[in-house]
């Protein structure tokens, strides 16, 4: 609920002091008194969009102050079944229903990045995934004055799809919005062969930011779309791999990915080439971070998010409410 004030009288000069005194006035008969801004433009002879100018600029010398009650997000019934339900620390869930996929994303991104700044230590290293979700979360941080930290890539970039397939690119936002670090990945996410990608994992140029993969106080992580599913209206890893490729995963029982390491529904790992031919993080290395983060939406990807917690890898999930819904009726019914 927001809470609206105006404040009390000024001992300003005569013409300041009539200025201050017509918006607060302003301010009061619109916030507090309820009137409709035509009404007050009629009671002082003004035009409509000069009392939204008015209202505007109360609210800029401070004659108005707006505070917005603590959020209960996390506290839900539905949040807390799923937690239970799922093995997980915590569930938050936008209280937003949305069915475009993309709008979900962006729900369940500025809800994440609200989150955030309870759930990052004041210094350490920070992982994250690509993915359009993640690419918009990284966008929507707010400034953590004080800390000092330092964001790295979880795996390489894509050089088509987006500049939400080009993790270098995410890392260097969320590190500008927070104010912190961010190291650069040089290196492609898929490439042609296992052998290439291996001997690349050990090129001395790409060191820096792998070491740090042992270091990860958080990592923050999207969760691919099913192969079966269709397009989200997005870019995403799995539009990218061609689709006999995508059909194979099918055929394998794939239903998501995390930073390209493939899983079923039932939480296991699937041992298939594309995760072999991918430069990222290795699952021992993410199951070793103490906190893992996983922030996806939209009701198709219920079944990946399934799969995803029951990995073992997610420790807090951060989705919609439409896909929350979804999520619960499968997790009830396994």
Known sequence: MAVVTTAGPSSAEPGAHEQRELLRWVA???????????????????????????????????????????????????????????????????????????????????????????????????????GYTVAQLARSLEPQPGTDLLIVPLQGNWVEGGAHLHNDQVCRDAAQRLGGRALSLPAPMLVERAATRDALMHDKSIRPVTDRWGELNVAIVGVGTSPAAEAPGYQSVVSQLGEM??????RQG??????????????????????????GISIPDLRRVPRVIAVAAGAAKAESLLGAVRTGIPHILITDQVAAEHLLTLARGS
């Not at 490729?245 to 099918?250: S, T």
């Open 254 to 279: 794939v239903v998501g990915d995390l930073c390209a390491h493939m899983f079923d529904v039932h939480g296991q790992f699937v041992d298939h080439e594309v995760s072999r031919r991918t430069l």
């Open 28 to 130: 009061e008969l619109y916030y507090i008194q309820q009137q409709g801004q035509a009404e007050i433009a009629g009671l002082i002879g003004v035009s409509v969009s000069k009392i939204s100018r008015l209202l505007a600029e109360a609210r800029r010398q401070g004659i108005v102050t707006i505070t917005v009650a603590d959020s209960q997000v996390g506290e839900s019934e539905l949040e807390r079944e799923l937690a239970w339900r799922l093995g997980l620390e915590r569930v938050y869930v936008a209280p937003a229903r949305v069915t475009d996929p993309a709008v979900a994303s962006r729900v369940a991104a500025l809800t994440a990045a609200r989150l955030l700044p309870d759930l990052l230590p004041n210094q350490g290293v920070i992982g994250l995934s690509g």
């Open 245 to 250: 490729m995508r059909a194979d995963l099918v």
